[in-house]
Nanobody, 114 residues
Framework: QVQPVESGGGLVQSGGSLTLTCAAD????????WAWYRQFPEKSREQVAR???????TYDDSVKGRFTIARDNAKRTMTLEMNKLKPEDTAVYFC????????WGQGTQVTVSS
């Protein structure tokens, strides 16, 4: 079954940067709105940022000005550039379509130390 594949997480100090990548092997990738989500321990997933097929970006207030979402329709990939990371950004990050979601992937762990 098709799942998105997230990568790029890791351990970084507060104020540092990471770039996450989402690979979604689907011929429909370019015509769907995709999003990054994150999940804190024992909490439900929350949307962090989304990007429309045309490249319109929307961010949660908690990451606005620090995170940048982008997509490459030809490569069927999406990225999340995360700057000025804070310990409260520590979570497992996932990507998925916003509608008719695929089965969730494994996610990628981001840990920000203080």
């Amino acid at each position: 079954q098709v799942q998105p594949v997230e990568s790029g997480g890791g351990l970084v100090q507060s104020g540092g940067s990471l770039t996450l990548t989402c690979a979604a092997d689907s011929a429909l990738f370019s015509i769907k709105t995709w999003a990054w989500y994150r999940q804190f321990p024992e909490k439900s997933r929350e949307q962090v940022a989304r990007i429309t097929p045309g490249g319109i970006e929307t961010y949660d207030d908690s990451v606005k000005g620090r995170f940048t979402i982008a997509r490459d329709n030809a490569k069927r990939t999406m990225t999340l550039e995360m700057n000025k990371l804070k310990p409260e950004d520590t979570a497992v990050y996932f990507c998925n379509r916003i509608l008719n979601q695929w089965p969730w992937g494994q996610g990628t762990q981001v840990t920000v130390s203080s």
